[in-house]
């Protein structure tokens, strides 16, 4: 590696310095660029010449910019006049965009920084601090004596803005120099000051937290002003004090030295080296040396230089890096130590540093390192063997192994191998794998590899080290070489910025640590194991002293805790009274009670514990030292007889539990409590016989990997511990250090932490974040304040405060990482309401009952509300009187909902409704109603709390489990039930917040119904049964991968697939989700088996619902009955939030239809126009007799709106039955009306040029409203006359079908279909479809379904869309030409329409289109050469071409290849790339494509088509299709609504082109190559035109330019005074310095630029015919 970096030096050096070289290369383009006619430059153009250095090396704009300051300097030193210099540099920055990454395509242009950095708010911020310290500075205060701060701040924000790239208000004060010039040249202000103001800016942007890497690009940017300050290129001469000065001159020096050389010759280290030195002499030469280096004009260092003189001693002594290293640290000691400002230290630091490469053997050409710790360790073998041994450390840490998955563990060891062996310091083979930051990048970014885990590999280090028996010293060595890393893993210092906030912060800060300090404090005091310790003890000393140390062990960066380090603190105790590890344990148990009590999450939780963990060898006997152990919790516990009750408590529990049971099916119950009894008693502190099982993790690992246990299994594990010990009276003490005990296993089952997988998103990712929060506390508290119940507590609340502390607390409870609640803990919150107002566990009922409702009503999924209320439920204890310690409890719900009485109506309305249920009434046949109604009536009046006589049958799961294993019992059955009761409720008229009360107790009897939660695990005569099993799976799923295939929007997902496996998994997993009880589908889940596509390939809701359609028609091809293919849709279905953005965590919503036709505007125009039409159909207008229309207009966008998938205002009016119920059962309104409503749809959105795309996805939405209208779905029974009746019956379908085969036999489009056809017969199967299509209940159409009765003409004669849309098109004008009421009309191409996808190639599983435009045009060939010849127009489009700026113009041509092709009907390669408004959308929205390079693009296809003899009806079919792009880039239809500003408008207006024009007018007078031009010219005149041109030019709408065109203005000059590119290239480079002079920001100046240089060709003799 450095062999190949000498070599690239030394070609650097030749390069750079070899004048040969220069001569050769450099001096011909700057010859050739500067206008010499002489030999040529024939290198490679710029981009290719620096491309591998941008792309590689990073090689950007900020070297650009050097390389132009340094050239100006370069002209200035050798005295080249300053137009000359202004001219170079215009041509110069010609260059600029090779360097750009927006312009060369290497890469995007992210948000400014100015943007980034936080906005206006975070730059007046910065400012604010930033002046506030340099003000107190004394270095720099005196530069502001007598100056305006409010003036001078506001100009400063204004600078800072514009410099760090706000498009806002410009700067317009003077340049920097001028700005700075009186203080430069009679102040004295230079490079120190200009040094402090930087830092001055450093902090404090780092005291506002601004990330490093913003604030090193911060610094960058102002760095480029240091000329401004230096006198050695501003031109005034001065150097203020250097460092030698300003650190005490000769005095300071010399102390620092004999300081330094104290420190050197103690250090065993550096000592050897100066054996036999002359000490005296060594500090006269180092003072010397130091005041040179720092600065000193006097006497001069005239020794040897640096490697030189320390040559031998690196050659045979080894000094090296690590012995500079530590001579720097000494230099820094002794600065410190003599109070030297760290400043200035600093400063020194760096001049010392340049000094490294002479003692870095990879670059002082030693190559070597005499006894090296590769040596001294051992060498390969001690190497190896460290290596090995770390890996299984390594491999075996659940925190590290996760970064390992997958990788091939032997080349990972050799590389490793490699790399220690190199770092040690061996000569051998070189590490030459990529640098630390690149190799673990992906992870730093990806997967938040950082400090925790380089600290973790340290460790590891160390044991593998210590194990191996490595000397201590060796080891520390190890250990210091390894520390050079962890820059490079530390967010701070790496550039990635990844420092999430501290514990003490995400926890709530300082109120957050003082309330758990308080409640701890409670809990501990009263605990009579840890109270006797703080007899006599100062409480509130202590809590202030307990809150300084858990504050800054959790991160606090704030007041430090002084204290003594915790032994020191706790010996006393520890030795005479006996504190230990059980008293810790009771310790760590009260902080997770208070913790959990002021609702700390439980993530949160669990990080304290783990800090607090690190405490326990304080406490630990073994550990500290004094080798005693006072009694364990076993023994107070009982002992073995406690034990061993408590585990058999705790496994009845654990059985009876279906979350558990099924884990322990199998199992030798009294092997595993034995086997219990012995771990509990290890784990609590026995010291009899041990448990020698497995450890933990691989106790439990095939359960955690194949079973899926988890977390939320052990909680309840937990749960029944705590409920065992309950039962058997162990004081709450004990069982709470018991419970501390067990939470130390946790980790086990954290698939985050047990190295088996991730965490998923909290539950307030995954309901939809703050969105999702906000909108159900809204909901939630609409119901909490209707219900009567519960609104009088909310009496004088100010509510809109409360929703947002409501927001806060439920965010936090549901896993947000956002703003926390700081509010109190549940019960203090809620105490006086319990102690004076009754509050109690019915309210926590109604509460968690309009929770779930609130969720209903937002459509959220069942699993998420489940376990919102599983969070909620971990909250009743705070609500139970015999919990919280009031010991009231007011009105149950049975006494509230009417007692008896109530209960007994309430079960008899509901069994009239169950036994009236097909789905149910089976399952009560011979069952003795009386009886079933009387046990039903104790059972529900012990549920709603009743205290009066108790049910004392079975548990719900034994009562009901024949049922469920022989009757098939299960989820639908149990829905059902609670429908019927809520029914019964809603009859008998109970309130909603009682019914939902009751509502939420019968939920929490779901599980029993639950074959995936009770143990069944089957569902007899499941749909896969009912729909044939095996061979009916496997034939749907067959025809519906034909269907996907052939599907344009799917197929590309399937891209490399192996479709044989695919179709098998497909088997299994279908099999599995419609009941099978076979062989079971284990692939991922489907949000992990989709998740890639999702997020990469944008895998959403509209591919969703063309899998489901799909499956859908492959169903219905096999003759599957509707109502089970109603049912595998319904298990599909449930499916949808998989690939919902809003629901899956991934936030990629692609456009709603509401976005994609236009938003409101097209809403509105669709609305307006189908109301129109509606209106003047005889058909529905007489609905419409008295409706206000204004008011219906309204809420029919609000409704289109909503249903197209606007998220703005929602129409909240009647669901569509209510809302057209009476129109229905009074005024027959039905299917003959919807579909005419659908067909008016259609036709508005036609009218309005809507896409053919957009139009059906907007049909298929209007069609779930078709049941709403059908009286077969809708319970009304009614059919009013069909179409066919309408229309005028038989004679009318007849004379129709007569009239229509006229036009069809006399279209040649369409006849040759029909050669040899018996018309006849056909005019009669036509005449029967129609008419069954129309509604005739006669005679039937009984032929093959329309695809069967076209397909031979679809495959052999390319039948197709344009062919079906004849055929609609001559049905139209038959039934015009019959005189048929336009609405009639409109309803029959409504029906005619469903049958487009039978003749659609992409929808009808052909896949193909004979004789397409791309055949007809000439196929590949033809394609191509168009586009070879539409490029050259375009590149040669001015207004085209800045769009293709540093675009791979190769790839374009493919993709467009590609597009066209599939555009023009290819059935080839398909394009896969982005849609048409995807692809544009940044250039449309930053750039303003729009209508106008649309047209001009339109206008070149043509164009070139004609220029290739394309016959003109092709290149009008093709200049249709693309016709279609056009909405794409109109702002009126591609939401974008908008067009960028214009440069006229950006760079100021008027004001700013007019003060450019003075300027450059100026610049252009007064420079003797261009002046001869403008003699006897009216300048006033001239500034006036130019002042209108460069208007116009810059996009401005005012006064237009009405000159000649620019070679008519110019030709005479350019005939006879021999006006040309020089000249041009300098009027550009004066409007250049003009802007740069205006302070006119670079980008804009760029684009000036370009605009002026598209007039460079009418200068060139070479193009504009003067030759």
Do not use: C
């Given at each position: 590696?450095?062999?190949?970096?000498?070599?690239?030096?030394?070609?650097?050096?030749?390069?750079?310095?070899?004048?040969?070289?220069?001569?050769?290369?450099?001096?011909?383009?700057?010859?050739?660029?500067?206008?010499?006619?002489?030999?040529?430059?024939?290198?490679?153009?710029?981009?290719?010449?620096?491309?591998?250095?941008?792309?590689?090396?990073?090689?950007?704009?900020?070297?650009?910019?050097?390389?132009?300051?340094?050239?100006?300097?370069?002209?200035?030193?050798?005295?080249?006049?300053?137009?000359?210099?202004?001219?170079?540099?215009?041509?110069?920055?010609?260059?600029?965009?090779?360097?750009?990454?927006?312009?060369?395509?290497?890469?995007?242009?992210?948000?400014?920084?100015?943007?980034?950095?936080?906005?206006?708010?975070?730059?007046?911020?910065?400012?604010?601090?930033?002046?506030?310290?340099?003000?107190?500075?004394?270095?720099?205060?005196?530069?502001?004596?007598?100056?305006?701060?409010?003036?001078?701040?506001?100009?400063?924000?204004?600078?800072?803005?514009?410099?760090?790239?706000?498009?806002?208000?410009?700067?317009?004060?003077?340049?920097?120099?001028?700005?700075?010039?009186?203080?430069?040249?009679?102040?004295?202000?230079?490079?120190?000051?200009?040094?402090?103001?930087?830092?001055?800016?450093?902090?404090?942007?780092?005291?506002?937290?601004?990330?490093?890497?913003?604030?090193?690009?911060?610094?960058?940017?102002?760095?480029?002003?240091?000329?401004?300050?230096?006198?050695?290129?501003?031109?005034?001469?001065?150097?203020?004090?250097?460092?030698?000065?300003?650190?005490?001159?000769?005095?300071?020096?010399?102390?620092?030295?004999?300081?330094?050389?104290?420190?050197?010759?103690?250090?065993?280290?550096?000592?050897?080296?100066?054996?036999?030195?002359?000490?005296?002499?060594?500090?006269?030469?180092?003072?010397?040396?130091?005041?040179?280096?720092?600065?000193?004009?006097?006497?001069?260092?005239?020794?040897?230089?640096?490697?030189?003189?320390?040559?031998?001693?690196?050659?045979?002594?080894?000094?090296?890096?690590?012995?500079?290293?530590?001579?720097?640290?000494?230099?820094?000691?002794?600065?410190?130590?003599?109070?030297?400002?760290?400043?200035?230290?600093?400063?020194?630091?760096?001049?010392?540093?340049?000094?490294?490469?002479?003692?870095?053997?990879?670059?002082?050409?030693?190559?070597?390192?005499?006894?090296?710790?590769?040596?001294?360790?051992?060498?390969?073998?001690?190497?190896?063997?460290?290596?090995?041994?770390?890996?299984?450390?390594?491999?075996?840490?659940?925190?590290?192994?996760?970064?390992?998955?997958?990788?091939?563990?032997?080349?990972?060891?050799?590389?490793?191998?490699?790399f220690v062996s190199m770092a040690f310091g061996s000569n051998g083979k070189k590490y030459t794998g990529q640098d630390m930051f690149k190799a673990h990048e992906k992870m730093i970014r990806e997967q938040g590899l950082g400090l925790e885990h380089f600290a973790a590999v340290a460790g590891h280090l160390v044991a593998a080290m210590k194990q191996l028996s490595v000397p201590q010293n060796l080891t520390d060595e190890a250990v210091a070489i390894v520390?050079?890393?962890?820059?490079?893993?530390?967010?701070?210092?790496?550039?990635?910025?990844?420092?999430?906030?501290?514990?003490?912060?995400?926890?709530?800060?300082?109120?957050?640590?003082?309330?758990?300090?308080?409640?701890?404090?409670?809990?501990?005091?009263?605990?009579?194991?840890?109270?006797?310790?703080?007899?006599?003890?100062?409480?509130?000393?202590?809590?202030?002293?307990?809150?300084?140390?858990?504050?800054?062990?959790?991160?606090?960066?704030?007041?430090?805790?002084?204290?003594?380090?915790?032994?020191?603190?706790?010996?006393?105790?520890?030795?005479?009274?006996?504190?230990?590890?059980?008293?810790?344990?009771?310790?760590?148990?009260?902080?997770?009670?208070?913790?959990?009590?002021?609702?700390?999450?439980?993530?949160?939780?669990?990080?304290?514990?783990?800090?607090?963990?690190?405490?326990?060898?304080?406490?630990?006997?073994?550990?500290?030292?004094?080798?005693?152990?006072?009694?364990?919790?076993?023994?107070?516990?009982?002992?073995?007889?406690?034990?061993?009750?408590?585990?058999?408590?705790?496994?009845?529990?654990?059985?009876?539990?279906?979350?558990?049971?099924?884990?322990?099916?199998?199992?030798?119950?009294?092997?595993?409590?034995?086997?219990?009894?012995?771990?509990?008693?290890?784990?609590?502190?026995?010291?009899?016989?041990?448990?020698?099982?497995?450890?933990?993790?691989?106790?439990?690992?095939?359960?955690?990997?194949?079973?899926?246990?988890?977390?939320?299994?052990?909680?309840?594990?937990?749960?029944?511990?705590?409920?065992?010990?309950?039962?058997?009276?162990?004081?709450?003490?004990?069982?709470?250090?018991?419970?501390?005990?067990?939470?130390?296993?946790?980790?086990?089952?954290?698939?985050?932490?047990?190295?088996?997988?991730?965490?998923?998103?909290?539950?307030?990712?995954?309901?939809?974040?703050?969105?999702?929060?906000?909108?159900?506390?809204?909901?939630?508290?609409?119901?909490?304040?209707?219900?009567?119940?519960?609104?009088?507590?909310?009496?004088?609340?100010?509510?809109?405060?409360?929703?947002?502390?409501?927001?806060?607390?439920?965010?936090?409870?549901?896993?947000?990482?956002?703003?926390?609640?700081?509010?109190?803990?549940?019960?203090?919150?809620?105490?006086?309401?319990?102690?004076?107002?009754?509050?109690?566990?019915?309210?926590?009922?109604?509460?968690?009952?309009?929770?779930?409702?609130?969720?209903?009503?937002?459509?959220?999924?069942?699993?998420?509300?489940?376990?919102?209320?599983?969070?909620?439920?971990?909250?009743?204890?705070?609500?139970?009187?015999?919990?919280?310690?009031?010991?009231?409890?007011?009105?149950?719900?049975?006494?509230?909902?009417?007692?008896?009485?109530?209960?007994?109506?309430?079960?008899?309305?509901?069994?009239?409704?169950?036994?009236?249920?097909?789905?149910?009434?089976?399952?009560?046949?011979?069952?003795?109603?009386?009886?079933?109604?009387?046990?039903?009536?104790?059972?529900?009046?012990?549920?709603?709390?009743?205290?009066?006589?108790?049910?004392?049958?079975?548990?719900?799961?034994?009562?009901?489990?024949?049922?469920?294993?022989?009757?098939?019992?299960?989820?639908?059955?149990?829905?059902?039930?609670?429908?019927?009761?809520?029914?019964?409720?809603?009859?008998?008229?109970?309130?909603?917040?009682?019914?939902?009360?009751?509502?939420?107790?019968?939920?929490?009897?779901?599980?029993?119904?639950?074959?995936?939660?009770?143990?069944?695990?089957?569902?007899?005569?499941?749909?896969?049964?009912?729909?044939?099993?095996?061979?009916?799976?496997?034939?749907?799923?067959?025809?519906?991968?034909?269907?996907?295939?052939?599907?344009?929007?799917?197929?590309?997902?399937?891209?490399?697939?192996?479709?044989?496996?695919?179709?098998?998994?497909?088997?299994?997993?279908?099999?599995?989700?419609?009941?099978?009880?076979?062989?079971?589908?284990?692939?991922?889940?489907?949000?992990?088996?989709?998740?890639?596509?999702?997020?990469?390939?944008?895998?959403?809701?509209?591919?969703?619902?063309?899998?489901?359609?799909?499956?859908?028609?492959?169903?219905?091809?096999?003759?599957?009955?509707?109502?089970?293919?109603?049912?595998?849709?319904?298990?599909?279905?449930?499916?949808?939030?998989?690939?919902?953005?809003?629901?899956?965590?991934?936030?990629?919503?692609?456009?709603?239809?509401?976005?994609?036709?236009?938003?409101?505007?097209?809403?509105?125009?669709?609305?307006?126009?189908?109301?129109?039409?509606?209106?003047?159909?005889?058909?529905?207008?007489?609905?419409?007799?008295?409706?206000?229309?204004?008011?219906?207009?309204?809420?029919?966008?609000?409704?289109?709106?909503?249903?197209?998938?606007?998220?703005?205002?929602?129409?909240?009016?009647?669901?569509?039955?209510?809302?057209?119920?009476?129109?229905?059962?009074?005024?027959?309104?039905?299917?003959?009306?919807?579909?005419?409503?659908?067909?008016?749809?259609?036709?508005?959105?036609?009218?309005?040029?809507?896409?053919?795309?957009?139009?059906?996805?907007?049909?298929?939405?209007?069609?779930?409203?078709?049941?709403?209208?059908?009286?077969?779905?809708?319970?009304?029974?009614?059919?009013?006359?069909?179409?066919?009746?309408?229309?005028?019956?038989?004679?009318?379908?007849?004379?129709?079908?007569?009239?229509?085969?006229?036009?069809?036999?006399?279209?040649?489009?369409?006849?040759?279909?029909?050669?040899?056809?018996?018309?006849?017969?056909?005019?009669?199967?036509?005449?029967?479809?129609?008419?069954?299509?129309?509604?005739?209940?006669?005679?039937?159409?009984?032929?093959?379904?329309?695809?069967?009765?076209?397909?031979?003409?679809?495959?052999?004669?390319?039948?197709?869309?344009?062919?079906?849309?004849?055929?609609?098109?001559?049905?139209?004008?038959?039934?015009?030409?019959?005189?048929?009421?336009?609405?009639?009309?409109?309803?029959?191409?409504?029906?005619?329409?469903?049958?487009?996808?039978?003749?659609?190639?992409?929808?009808?599983?052909?896949?193909?289109?004979?004789?397409?435009?791309?055949?007809?045009?000439?196929?590949?060939?033809?394609?191509?050469?168009?586009?070879?010849?539409?490029?050259?127009?375009?590149?040669?489009?001015?207004?085209?071409?800045?769009?293709?700026?540093?675009?791979?113009?190769?790839?374009?041509?493919?993709?467009?290849?590609?597009?066209?092709?599939?555009?023009?009907?290819?059935?080839?390669?398909?394009?896969?790339?982005?849609?048409?408004?995807?692809?544009?959308?940044?250039?449309?929205?930053?750039?303003?494509?729009?209508?106008?390079?649309?047209?001009?693009?339109?206008?070149?296809?043509?164009?070139?088509?004609?220029?290739?003899?394309?016959?003109?009806?092709?290149?009008?079919?093709?200049?249709?299709?693309?016709?279609?792009?056009?909405?794409?880039?109109?702002?009126?239809?591609?939401?974008?609504?908008?067009?960028?500003?214009?440069?006229?408008?950006?760079?100021?207006?008027?004001?700013?082109?007019?003060?450019?024009?003075?300027?450059?007018?100026?610049?252009?007078?007064?420079?003797?190559?261009?002046?001869?031009?403008?003699?006897?010219?009216?300048?006033?005149?001239?500034?006036?035109?130019?002042?209108?041109?460069?208007?116009?030019?810059?996009?401005?709408?005012?006064?237009?330019?009405?000159?000649?065109?620019?070679?008519?203005?110019?030709?005479?000059?350019?005939?006879?005074?021999?006006?040309?590119?020089?000249?041009?290239?300098?009027?550009?480079?004066?409007?250049?310095?003009?802007?740069?002079?205006?302070?006119?920001?670079?980008?804009?100046?760029?684009?000036?630029?370009?605009?002026?240089?598209?007039?460079?060709?009418?200068?060139?003799?070479?193009?504009?015919?003067?030759?």
């Amino acid at each position: 590696m450095w062999h190949g970096r000498r070599e690239q030096q030394q070609k650097w050096q030749q390069s750079s310095f070899d004048p040969s070289y220069v001569t050769s290369h450099k001096v011909l383009f700057v010859s050739m660029a500067s206008g010499s006619n002489g030999k040529k430059y024939t290198g490679q153009d710029m981009f290719k010449a620096h491309e591998k250095m941008i792309r590689e090396q990073g090689l950007g704009l900020e070297h650009f910019a050097a390389v132009a300051g340094h050239l100006v300097a370069a002209m200035k030193q050798l005295s080249v006049p300053q137009n000359l210099t202004d001219e170079a540099v215009a041509i110069v920055m010609t260059l600029r965009p090779v360097f750009d990454p927006a312009q060369n395509g290497t890469g995007q242009t992210p948000d400014s920084l100015y943007t980034r950095i936080g906005g206006a708010t975070a730059v007046q911020g910065t400012l604010d601090v930033f002046y506030k310290k340099v003000l107190a500075d004394p270095l720099l205060s005196p530069f502001f004596e007598g100056v305006d701060m409010e003036k001078q701040r506001k100009k400063q924000v204004l600078f800072v803005s514009m410099a760090f790239g706000s498009n806002g208000k410009k700067y317009t004060g003077q340049d920097m120099f001028k700005g700075h010039e009186k203080m430069i040249r009679e102040q004295g202000l230079g490079l120190e000051h200009f040094a402090a103001v930087a830092g001055h800016l450093v902090a404090a942007m780092k005291q506002l937290s601004v990330p490093q890497n913003l604030t090193d690009e911060a610094v960058a940017i102002v760095m480029t002003l240091r000329p401004v300050f230096d006198p050695a290129q501003n031109g005034t001469g001065q150097t203020p004090d250097s460092l030698y000065t300003r650190i005490g001159g000769a005095t300071a020096v010399q102390g620092t030295l004999d300081v330094f050389y104290k420190k050197v010759l103690a250090d065993p280290l550096l000592s050897p080296f100066f054996e036999g030195v002359d000490m005296e002499k060594q500090r006269k030469k180092q003072v010397l040396f130091v005041s040179m280096a720092f600065g000193s004009n006097g006497k001069k260092y005239t020794g040897q230089d640096m490697f030189k003189a320390h040559e031998k001693m690196i050659r045979e002594q080894g000094l090296g890096l690590e012995h500079f290293a530590a001579v720097a640290g000494h230099l820094v000691a002794a600065m410190k130590q003599l109070s030297v400002p760290q400043n200035l230290t600093d400063e020194a630091v760096a001049i010392v540093m340049t000094l490294r490469p002479v003692f870095d053997p990879a670059q002082n050409g030693t190559g070597q390192t005499p006894d090296s710790l590769y040596t001294r360790i051992g060498g390969a073998t001690a190497v190896q063997g460290t290596v090995d041994v770390f890996y299984k450390k390594v491999l075996a840490d659940p925190l590290l192994s996760p970064f390992f998955e997958g990788v091939d563990m032997e080349k990972q060891r050799k590389k490793q191998v490699l790399f220690v062996s190199m770092a040690f310091g061996s000569n051998g083979k070189k590490y030459t794998g990529q640098d630390m930051f690149k190799a673990h990048e992906k992870m730093i970014r990806e997967q938040g590899l950082g400090l925790e885990h380089f600290a973790a590999v340290a460790g590891h280090l160390v044991a593998a080290m210590k194990q191996l028996s490595v000397p201590q010293n060796l080891t520390d060595e190890a250990v210091a070489i390894v520390m050079t890393l962890r820059p490079v893993f530390d967010p701070a210092q790496n550039g990635t910025g990844q420092t999430p906030d501290s514990l003490y912060t995400r926890i709530g800060g300082a109120t957050a640590v003082q309330g758990t300090v308080d409640v701890f404090y409670k809990k501990v005091l009263a605990d009579p194991l840890l109270s006797p310790f703080f007899e006599g003890v100062d409480m509130e000393k202590q809590r202030k002293k307990q809150v300084l140390f858990v504050s800054m062990a959790f991160g606090s960066n704030g007041k430090k805790y002084t204290g003594q380090d915790m032994f020191k603190a706790h010996e006393k105790m520890i030795r005479e009274q006996g504190l230990g590890l059980e008293h810790f344990a009771a310790v760590a148990g009260h902080l997770v009670a208070a913790m959990k009590q002021l609702s700390v999450p439980q993530n949160l939780t669990d990080e304290a514990v783990a800090i607090v963990m690190t405490l326990r060898p304080v406490f630990d006997p073994a550990q500290n030292g004094t080798g005693q152990t006072p009694d364990s919790l076993y023994t107070r516990i009982g002992g073995a007889t406690a034990v061993q009750g408590t585990v058999d408590v705790f496994y009845k529990k654990v059985l009876a539990d279906p979350l558990l049971s099924p884990f322990f099916e199998g199992v030798d119950m009294e092997k595993q409590r034995k086997k219990q009894v012995l771990f509990v008693s290890m784990a609590f502190g026995s010291n009899g016989k041990k448990y020698t099982g497995q450890d933990m993790f691989k106790a439990h690992e095939k359960m955690i990997r194949e079973q899926g246990l988890g977390l939320e299994h052990f909680a309840a594990v937990a749960g029944h511990l705590v409920a065992a010990m309950k039962q058997l009276s162990v004081p709450q003490n004990l069982t709470d250090e018991a419970v501390a005990i067990v939470m130390t296993l946790r980790p086990v089952f954290d698939p985050a932490q047990n190295g088996t997988g991730q965490t998923p998103d909290s539950l307030y990712t995954r309901i939809g974040g703050a969105t999702a929060v906000q909108g159900t506390v809204d909901v939630f508290y609409k119901k909490v304040l209707a219900d009567p119940l519960l609104s009088p507590f909310f009496e004088g609340v100010d509510m809109e405060k409360q929703r947002k502390k409501q927001v806060l607390f439920v965010s936090m409870a549901f896993g947000s990482n956002g703003k926390k609640y700081t509010g109190q803990d549940m019960f203090k919150a809620h105490e006086k309401m319990i102690r004076e107002q009754g509050l109690g566990l019915e309210h926590f009922a109604a509460v968690a009952g309009h929770l779930v409702a609130a969720m209903k009503q937002l459509s959220v999924p069942q699993n998420l509300t489940d376990e919102a209320v599983a969070i909620v439920m971990t909250l009743r204890p705070v609500f139970d009187p015999a919990q919280n310690g009031t010991g009231q409890t007011p009105d149950s719900l049975y006494t509230r909902i009417g007692g008896a009485t109530a209960v007994q109506g309430t079960v008899d309305v509901f069994y009239k409704k169950v036994l009236a249920d097909p789905l149910l009434s089976p399952f009560f046949e011979g069952v003795d109603m009386e009886k079933q109604r009387k046990k039903q009536v104790l059972f529900v009046s012990m549920a709603f709390g009743s205290n009066g006589k108790k049910y004392t049958g079975q548990d719900m799961f034994k009562a009901h489990e024949k049922m469920i294993r022989e009757q098939g019992l299960g989820l639908e059955h149990f829905a059902a039930v609670a429908g019927h009761l809520v029914a019964a409720m809603k009859q008998l008229s109970v309130p909603q917040n009682l019914t939902d009360e009751a509502v939420a107790i019968v939920m929490t009897l779901r599980p029993v119904f639950d074959p995936a939660q009770n143990g069944t695990g089957q569902t007899p005569d499941s749909l896969y049964t009912r729909i044939g099993g095996a061979t009916a799976v496997q034939g749907t799923v067959d025809v519906f991968y034909k269907k996907v295939l052939a599907d344009p929007l799917l197929s590309p997902f399937f891209e490399g697939v192996d479709m044989e496996k695919q179709r098998k998994k497909q088997v299994l997993f279908v099999s599995m989700a419609f009941g099978s009880n076979g062989k079971k589908y284990t692939g991922q889940d489907m949000f992990k088996a989709h998740e890639k596509m999702i997020r990469e390939q944008g895998l959403g809701l509209e591919h969703f619902a063309a899998v489901a359609g799909h499956l859908v028609a492959a169903m219905k091809q096999l003759s599957v009955p509707q109502n089970l293919t109603d049912e595998a849709v319904a298990i599909v279905m449930t499916l949808r939030p998989v690939f919902d953005p809003a629901q899956n965590g991934t936030g990629q919503t692609p456009d709603s239809l509401y976005t994609r036709i236009g938003g409101a505007t097209a809403v509105q125009g669709t609305v307006d126009v189908f109301y129109k039409k509606v209106l003047a159909d005889p058909l529905l207008s007489p609905f419409f007799e008295g409706v206000d229309m204004e008011k219906q207009r309204k809420k029919q966008v609000l409704f289109v709106s909503m249903a197209f998938g606007s998220n703005g205002k929602k129409y909240t009016g009647q669901d569509m039955f209510k809302a057209h119920e009476k129109m229905i059962r009074e005024q027959g309104l039905g299917l003959e009306h919807f579909a005419a409503v659908a067909g008016h749809l259609v036709a508005a959105m036609k009218q309005l040029s809507v896409p053919q795309n957009l139009t059906d996805e907007a049909v298929a939405i209007v069609m779930t409203l078709r049941p709403v209208f059908d009286p077969a779905q809708n319970g009304t029974g009614q059919t009013p006359d069909s179409l066919y009746t309408r229309i005028g019956g038989a004679t009318a379908v007849q004379g129709t079908v007569d009239v229509f085969y006229k036009k069809v036999l006399a279209d040649p489009l369409l006849s040759p279909f029909f050669e040899g056809v018996d018309m006849e017969k056909q005019r009669k199967k036509q005449v029967l479809f129609v008419s069954m299509a129309s509604g005739n209940n006669g005679k039937k159409y009984t032929g093959q379904d329309m695809f069967k009765a076209h397909e031979k003409m679809i495959r052999e004669q390319g039948l197709g869309l344009e062919h079906f849309a004849a055929v609609a098109g001559h049905l139209v004008a038959a039934m015009k030409q019959l005189s048929v009421p336009q609405n009639l009309t409109d309803e029959a191409v409504a029906i005619v329409m469903t049958l487009r996808p039978v003749f659609d190639p992409a929808q009808n599983g052909t896949g193909q289109t004979p004789d397409s435009l791309y055949t007809r045009i000439g196929g590949a060939t033809a394609v191509q050469g168009t586009l070879d010849v539409f490029y050259k127009k375009v590149l040669e489009n001015p207004l085209l071409s800045p769009f293709f700026e540093g675009v791979d113009m190769e790839k374009q041509r493919k993709k467009q290849v590609l597009f066209v092709s599939m555009a023009f009907g290819s059935n080839g390669k398909k394009y896969t790339g982005q849609d048409m408004f995807k692809a544009h959308e940044k250039m449309i929205r930053e750039q303003g494509l729009g209508l106008e390079h649309f047209a001009a693009v339109a206008g070149h296809l043509v164009a070139a088509m004609k220029q290739l003899s394309v016959p003109q009806n092709l290149t009008d079919e093709a200049v249709a299709i693309v016709m279609t792009l056009r909405p794409m880039f109109d702002p009126a239809q591609n939401g974008t609504g908008q067009t960028p500003d214009s440069l006229y408008t950006r760079i100021g207006g008027a004001t700013a082109v007019q003060g450019t024009l003075d300027v450059f007018y100026k610049k252009v007078l007064a420079d003797p190559l261009l002046s001869p031009f403008f003699e006897g010219v009216d300048m006033e005149k001239q500034r006036n035109k130019q002042v209108l041109f460069v208007s116009m030019a810059f996009g401005s709408n005012g006064k237009k330019y009405t000159g000649q065109d620019m070679f008519k203005a110019h030709e005479k000059m350019i005939r006879e005074q021999g006006i040309g590119l020089e000249h041009f290239d300098a009027v550009a480079g004066h409007l250049v310095a003009a802007m740069k002079q205006l302070s006119v920001p670079q980008n804009l100046t760029d684009e000036a630029v370009a605009i002026v240089m598209t007039l460079r060709p009418v200068f060139d003799p070479a193009q504009n015919g003067t030759g």
